[in-house]
């Protein structure tokens, strides 16, 4: 069905006195409350701060001067809008903020003491910056992280959010945002004049409330305190006259770019003149950067594998021991460039590992939108005592580190696919070739985001695909450490 939206020349009768200008009051009342908390964090972040280098310190700066830091330092904040509302942690732009604005306050604070004679002053004036930055930051990671740890544990309690569009984007979204409650927008509808129908097992039960011209009734309503316009096609004017209409009624608004598959982390806004533009630089995997990072893998998975060799030594007798059958499982599988070779497992099943079919067929069909064929009995039947413990823990997946020594994989890349389904998803799943363009991996953006075994294929494919074109050492070394826990509270992959 067709995602756009239409617009309205005017307001509907009656709503105009009443909302335009006026923020709801759901909306007020939640970016108030985040402001004055944010504001005492900092507030108290400073005071320590100051008392510390005053502690820290021979020559402190005057009391006065110091308290004109502070002051400065959090109009600097509020006029870079580090207070304004935020769905995730703050943003690199806001990160930097934190960092040079007490930096320069600071410098010229320092300046004015040397010039009046207080010859400490510089000294003084690094220590209470490197103070200012450190609790600062960490205070606002802190609150932060502990604020989406209540909202992924406890009862929805985000910000009410219309999506505008309720085609295949708004329903992405809208799924993202109820599977993600940290985020803090609890999508409660959507508005389009032209939504998507179906009998799709994967759209939510969220009611469409009306079309774009009925933007303001519903905000009066519903008391909506967050839009977020996620539709394709609809002409620029359309999308410029729902963000100023928002404006105009106070509540905040985002807008899903065009061409947002493109647009990661490593994208920024340039201004030719008024006008601005989005340079692109997504990571080369031809690069030198990748060449050094699949030599560094080889050396690492070496070392691993020598250090772990009387653990792999013991789970070889006992997966001999387990069943008849050989020790290795192995499986064709793909990676860069489509090259195809022998993946390695310790077997965990009875019986020749593939006498008796796929136990993931049904979720193969379902991802090409075919109907369910007759099922084979499911392969966990034959699941020894010792390959369920070695696939509850994810041990029977270390012999792929052979792999990685071998050049096959990586430690860190998309989860290789099997052959057979490779040539089935890559003509039927959007962007499903362009996970090929790295080596794959033993663990992987997705799947330490919860994409493992039987889950979306096209999340899976979205994320592998960000990781691609975002990758970077610390991406890298975020994933190594979200490999733990992913291991300690998810099912064994595929």
Same mark, same amino acid.
């Given at each position: 069905?067709?995602?756009?939206?239409?617009?309205?020349?005017?307001?509907?009768?009656?709503?105009?006195?009443?909302?335009?200008?006026?923020?709801?009051?759901?909306?007020?009342?939640?970016?108030?409350?985040?402001?004055?908390?944010?504001?005492?964090?900092?507030?108290?972040?400073?005071?320590?701060?100051?008392?510390?280098?005053?502690?820290?310190?021979?020559?402190?700066?005057?009391?006065?001067?110091?308290?004109?830091?502070?002051?400065?330092?959090?109009?600097?904040?509020?006029?870079? =809008?580090?207070?304004?509302?935020?769905?995730?942690?703050?943003?690199?732009?806001?990160?930097?903020?934190?960092?040079?604005?007490? %930096?320069?306050?600071?410098?010229?604070?320092?300046?004015?003491?040397?010039?009046?004679?207080?010859?400490?002053?510089?000294? $003084?004036?690094? !220590?209470?910056?490197?103070?200012?930055?450190?609790?600062?930051?960490?205070?606002?990671?802190?609150?932060?992280?502990?604020?989406?740890?209540?909202?992924?544990?406890?009862?929805?309690? =985000?910000? $009410?959010?219309?999506?505008?569009?309720?085609?295949?984007?708004?329903?992405?979204?809208?799924?993202?945002?109820? *599977?993600?409650?940290?985020?803090?927008?609890?999508?409660?509808?959507?508005?389009?004049?032209?939504?998507?129908?179906?009998?799709?097992?994967?759209?939510?039960?969220?009611?469409?409330?009306? *079309?774009?011209?009925?933007?303001?009734?519903?905000?009066?309503?519903?008391?909506?305190?967050?839009?977020?316009?996620?539709?394709?096609?609809?002409?620029?004017?359309?999308?410029?006259?729902?963000? /100023?209409?928002?404006?105009?009624? =106070?509540?905040?608004?985002?807008?899903?770019?065009?061409? #947002?598959?493109? @647009?990661?982390?490593?994208?920024?806004?340039?201004?030719?003149?008024?006008?601005?533009?989005?340079?692109?630089?997504?990571?080369?995997?031809?690069?030198?950067?990748?060449? &050094?990072?699949?030599?560094?893998?080889?050396?690492?998975?070496?070392?691993?594998?020598?250090?772990?060799?009387?653990?792999? %030594?013991?789970?070889?007798?006992?997966?001999?021991?387990?069943?008849?059958?050989?020790?290795?499982?192995?499986?064709?599988?793909?990676?860069?460039?489509?090259?195809? #070779?022998?993946?390695?497992?310790?077997?965990?099943?009875?019986?020749?590992?593939?006498?008796?079919? @796929?136990?993931?067929?049904?979720?193969?069909?379902?991802?090409?939108?075919? %109907?369910?064929?007759?099922?084979?009995?499911?392969?966990?039947?034959?699941?020894?005592?010792? =390959?369920?413990?070695?696939?509850?823990?994810?041990?029977?997946?270390?012999?792929?580190?052979?792999?990685?020594?071998?050049?096959?994989?990586?430690?860190?890349?998309?989860?290789?696919?099997?052959?057979?389904?490779?040539?089935?998803?890559?003509?039927?799943?959007? !962007?499903?070739?362009?996970?090929?363009?790295?080596?794959?991996?033993?663990?992987?953006?997705?799947?330490?985001?919860?994409?493992?075994?039987?889950?979306?294929?096209?999340? /899976? &494919?979205?994320?592998?695909? #960000?990781?691609?074109?975002?990758?970077?050492?610390?991406?890298?070394?975020?994933?190594?450490?979200?490999?733990?826990?992913?291991?300690?509270? %998810?099912?064994?992959?595929?």
């Amino acid at each position: 069905m067709s995602e756009q939206v239409a617009t309205s020349e005017r307001l509907p009768a009656g709503l105009e006195l009443r909302t335009v200008g006026r923020p709801t009051t759901a909306a007020r009342r939640s970016s108030n409350a985040r402001t004055l908390a944010l504001v005492g964090i900092d507030a108290v972040a400073m005071l320590l701060a100051v008392l510390g280098a005053h502690a820290w310190s021979t020559q402190p700066l005057r009391d006065g001067i110091a308290a004109v830091v502070v002051l400065a330092t959090m109009a600097a904040f509020a006029t870079a =809008g580090c207070y304004r509302p935020r769905a995730t942690l703050p943003s690199r732009e806001e990160r930097r903020t934190l960092l040079v604005a007490p %930096a320069l306050i600071v410098m010229f604070a320092a300046a004015f003491e040397l010039a009046t004679t207080h010859p400490g002053a510089g000294d $003084a004036g690094v !220590r209470l910056w490197l103070l200012m930055a450190t609790l600062v930051g960490t205070g606002r990671l802190g609150v932060a992280g502990a604020e989406a740890l209540v909202r992924r544990t406890s009862t929805p309690t =985000g910000r $009410a959010t219309l999506i505008v569009g309720a085609g295949h984007v708004g329903q992405t979204l809208a799924q993202r945002l109820v *599977a993600e409650p940290q985020y803090g927008l609890q999508p409660i509808g959507f508005l389009d004049k032209e939504p998507l129908t179906g009998d799709d097992e994967t759209l939510l039960d969220l009611p469409v409330l009306g *079309a774009s011209w009925h933007l303001e009734e519903v905000i009066a309503e519903h008391d909506v305190q967050h839009v977020i316009v996620a539709f394709s096609t609809a002409p620029p004017s359309v999308v410029l006259d729902i963000v /100023r209409r928002c404006w105009r009624l =106070g509540v905040g608004v985002m807008v899903v770019p065009r061409l #947002f598959e493109v @647009e990661g982390r490593r994208a920024r806004v340039e201004h030719l003149g008024a006008l601005p533009v989005v340079a692109l630089n997504p990571s080369d995997p031809r690069s030198w950067q990748f060449t &050094i990072k699949y030599a560094i893998d080889r050396i690492i998975a070496s070392f691993v594998l020598l250090a772990l060799s009387p653990v792999l %030594a013991v789970l070889a007798v006992g997966t001999k021991l387990s069943s008849p059958g050989p020790i290795f499982f192995r499986q064709r599988r793909v990676g860069l460039d489509g090259h195809a #070779f022998d993946m390695l497992k310790f077997r965990t099943m009875s019986g020749s590992p593939d006498s008796r079919g @796929e136990n993931d067929a049904a979720w193969a069909m379902a991802t090409l939108g075919l %109907a369910e064929g007759g099922t084979e009995a499911a392969p966990e039947d034959r699941r020894t005592r010792f =390959g369920t413990f070695l696939r509850r823990t994810s041990m029977d997946e270390l012999p792929q580190l052979w792999n990685v020594v071998r050049g096959d994989m990586s430690i860190i890349g998309p989860r290789p696919e099997r052959s057979h389904y490779v040539e089935q998803f890559q003509d039927a799943i959007y !962007r499903y070739p362009d996970r090929h363009r790295v080596k794959s991996g033993l663990t992987g953006w997705a799947q330490v985001n919860g994409l493992r075994g039987e889950t979306s294929l096209q999340d /899976r &494919i979205e994320w592998d695909n #960000f990781y691609i074109e975002n990758w970077s050492p610390l991406l890298d070394l975020k994933i190594v450490l979200k490999t733990i826990p992913a291991l300690l509270f %998810a099912r064994g992959d595929r």
